[in-house]
């Protein structure tokens, strides 16, 4: 096995644990990929050294998972997993093993493993490799199969279901039948698994070149049912028109365009989840077609709740529900620059470019057909324009401040806040009025308007 690459900074720690007649391999994912003809990216460990034991050994160490026999070293720049073996029994919550065993063999420690793939190991420093369930020959084929029963490692842990479908989306491997036919009996262990798990997982299936891949299979296995009900109600809503897919399938393929043109995260979340609000608001004309009116302030609302419910930092739950609320945008030639303004204002000067990457996967997932390459190009043209006119956006580009106002006698509080946006009104209208003096004169006038006694007052 000379051929495989092994990292030099594995080749130092397993020294340092041979010093002291200790064995360590490499195992799970390092070697699967090392196998595939990857470099690998993340290390992990297996020895017989006791995590005691190892943590003398290495100057920096940190207690990452000593629960289960993990430690962190610190190497040369990397981190690396370190883990003894152990054997694993009674799993309680459904992710967790209840009894932790250490001193087990690296074929024990292999055994519980969730995929043959993942249940190979590689001697440091020179080999040979252990494969006790042919896993590579699983890798040359690109067949995720579990190790043994299907049922009993999916009853081990909730998760392995959805690791399954997600690595299948992440290396166009396909799943095994067996183990695809046991995803179904498992989902009441799934469904005890914490959100912030089933969202990382989502998320590698997203990040992958074809996410529809991994999506399709958690509703034929119905995990998707189980965990996005939501986006699972959309099979079946026909839309008609010029849309030739039902919002299922439309959503899938706007989320694959999104990936393929290489779109950040927030636009492949929104363009899975931007016409989820289709299914309440749908409505028959009468003529054989269907309405699906306000479904964008429908769909941000929904997919607010979900992803809350999978514990989503606010920052990026907010770019996705932005870019949801905003995605029905219709742009016409008769705009006025103020109409411009406006739109960049409402959408964001920095979130313009992720919306017209959602509206192109959008019209791509009307009928699966390539959008023009100049279909936003009058919009952006008019952008750009409107751009180079000046940036009078926000109250922070007016050319006065609070305290400008309060110079000329304007009270601080409510309305100096409402003659502020007054101003920020007009200049929007005309960047021409963002001088100090003129914003000042008009201030002044639009203060006359206040009575002693108006709420907005002092």
């Known amino acids: 096995m000379g051929n495989l690459y092994i990292h030099p900074v594995l080749k130092e720690a397993a020294a340092v644990l041979n010093a002291r007649g200790k064995t360590a391999y490499l195992v799970g994912g390092a070697v699967r990929d090392i196998l595939r003809g990857k470099r690998a990216q993340d290390f992990d460990i297996a020895t017989d050294a006791l995590p005691e034991e190892v943590m003398a050994l290495f100057p920096r160490v940190f207690p990452s998972g000593i629960k289960h026999g993990t430690v962190t070293v610190r190497l040369k720049g ?27 063999t690296i074929e024990d420690d292999l ?62 491997f396909r799943v095994d039948g067996a ?82 043109t290489r779109a950040p995260l927030q636009v492949r979340l929104a363009g899975l989840f931007h016409d989820i609000g289709k299914v309440p608001t749908r409505q028959s004309n009468g003529a054989g077609a269907y309405t699906f009116y306000g479904h964008e302030g429908e769909s941000a609302r929904m997919v ?53 990457a959602l509206r192109l996967a959008d019209t791509y997932a009307h009928a699966g057909i390539e959008p023009d390459g100049n279909l936003l190009a009058p919009l952006i043209r008019r952008i750009d324009a409107v751009l180079a006119q000046g940036r009078a956006f926000t109250l922070k580009d007016l050319a006065v ?15 100096m806040g409402a003659i ?17 003096e003129q914003l000042l004169e008009i201030a002044g006038n639009i203060n006359k308007r206040y009575a002693p006694s108006d709420p907005h007052g002092a």
């Open 111 to 172: 055994s519980r493993r969730d995929f043959t793939m993942n249940a190979v190991a590689y001697k440091l420093p020179g080999g040979p490799i252990v494969d006790p369930y042919n896993g590579r020959e699983d890798i040359k084929n690109r067949i995720i199969r579990c190790v043994g029963r299907a049922e009993e490692r999916f009853a081990e842990d909730g998760l392995r279901p959805l690791r399954a479908v997600r690595f299948a989306a992440q290396l166009g």
């Open 304 to 356: 607010r709740e979900i992803m809350t419910r999978l514990r989503y930092p606010n920052a990026l739950m907010d770019q996705v529900v932005h870019l949801i609320a905003e995605h029905m945008f219709h742009y016409e030639d008769s705009w006025g620059d103020a109409a411009v303004r406006r739109f960049i204002i409402r959408v964001g000067e920095d979130r313009l470019g992720d919306l017209f």
């Open 179 to 260: 183990t695809l036919a046991a995803i179904p009996g498992a989902l009441k262990v799934s469904a005890r698994v914490s959100p912030e798990r089933i969202r990382d997982e989502l998320d590698k299936i997203i990040a992958s070149e074809k996410p529809s891949v991994g999506l399709l299979l958690m509703e034929d296995t119905s995990l998707l049912d189980l965990l996005l009900p939501e986006l699972s109600r959309c099979r079946g809503v026909d839309q008609r028109g010029f849309h030739r897919f039902d919002v299922l399938d439309h959503s899938l393929l706007a989320c694959d365009y999104a990936a393929r």
């Open 78 to 104: 990397h981190s690396l997993e370190i883990t003894t073996f152990r054997s694993e029994s009674g799993y309680t919550d459904g992710r967790r093993p209840d009894q932790v065993r250490y001193r087990a």
């Open 401 to 415: 401040s609070g305290r400008d106002l309060g110079a000329i006698g304007i009270p601080s509080g409510p309305r």
């Open 420 to 436: 502020l946006k007054e101003l920020l009104e007009a200049v929007v209208d005309d960047p021409e009025l963002n001088r100090r």
